[in-house]
């Protein structure tokens, strides 16, 4: 599986972005999937991830009630849309696969990576 993000930018705190991140490969409905991100002087972190189907989506709780995880498996493509967007969310975001049936928390356990769409929030 090769992924793709995108729709990283500028914006204003309190703002919103939608990211995506396109799949080949025809496996990618049975994936687990999810997002990541890594500001600039700190660790990579874990954002959301998402079940093959959909259901019980985890979130950090930096990000619960602002951040919303989805899929559409007939298009192969992952989606974080983010609001209330703050300078902390400043980071590069990248989207993650794995085989195995999670989601889960650890990037450990997250076989495929994309790129990384990159995300700034000015104050």
């Known amino acids: 599986v090769q992924l793709q993000a995108s729709g990283g930018g500028l914006v204003q705190a309190g703002g919103s972005l939608r990211l995506s991140c396109v799949a080949s490969?025809?496996?990618?409905?049975?994936?687990?999937v999810g997002w990541f991100r890594q500001a600039p002087g700190k660790e990579r972190e874990f954002v959301a991830a998402?079940?093959?189907?959909?259901?019980?989506?985890y979130y950090a709780d930096a990000v619960k009630g602002r951040f919303a995880i989805s899929r559409d498996n007939a298009k192969n493509t992952l989606y974080l849309q983010m609001s209330s967007l703050k300078p902390e969310d400043t980071a590069l975001y990248y989207c993650?696969?794995?085989?195995?049936?999670?989601?889960?928390?650890?990037?450990?356990?997250?076989?495929?990576w994309g790129q990384g769409t990159l995300v700034t929030v000015s104050s």
């Open positions: 993650v696969a794995d085989p195995r049936r999670g989601p889960y928390y650890s990037d450990l356990m997250y076989d495929y």
């Open positions: 490969g025809r496996t990618f409905s049975t994936y687990t």
């Open positions: 998402v079940s093959w189907i959909g259901s019980n989506p």
